[in-house]
């Protein structure tokens, strides 16, 4: 079992969920307004530090985490987002 990890600009949200579920995910979480700063600069999705990120993330198994994970960079270098980011991790399962 993986964890595909998105932080996503806010304005591509929507493109990334539908990405998520064409490429094969079985669902997803979404955490909308995610607040944090880092590379791209500080986002909390104010007038002050404008860009507003989303934080997906979806359990996937093993056998399709890893096309899922290249279809959603391919996607997002095709639409030119410099801001989202994808992290494939492992997963323990908690009984």
Not at 20 to 42: K, N, Q, S
Not at 51 to 76: K, N, P, Q, T, W
Request: charged content about 30%; aromatic content about 6%; hydrophobic content about 50%.
């Amino acid at each position: 079992m993986k964890m595909v990890l998105a932080i996503v600009d806010a304005r591509r949200a929507e493109a990334v969920r539908r990405d998520l579920m064409e490429l094969g995910a079985p669902g997803y979480t979404d955490l909308a307004v995610a607040e944090g700063a880092g590379r791209t600069g500080v986002h909390r999705g104010d007038r002050v530090h404008p860009g507003a990120v989303e934080l997906l993330f979806a359990m996937v198994d093993d056998a399709s985490a890893g096309a899922i994970f290249e279809g959603l960079v391919r996607r997002r270098d095709a639409a030119r987002d410099e801001i989202s980011r994808f992290f494939l991790l492992p997963v323990e399962r908690q009984a």
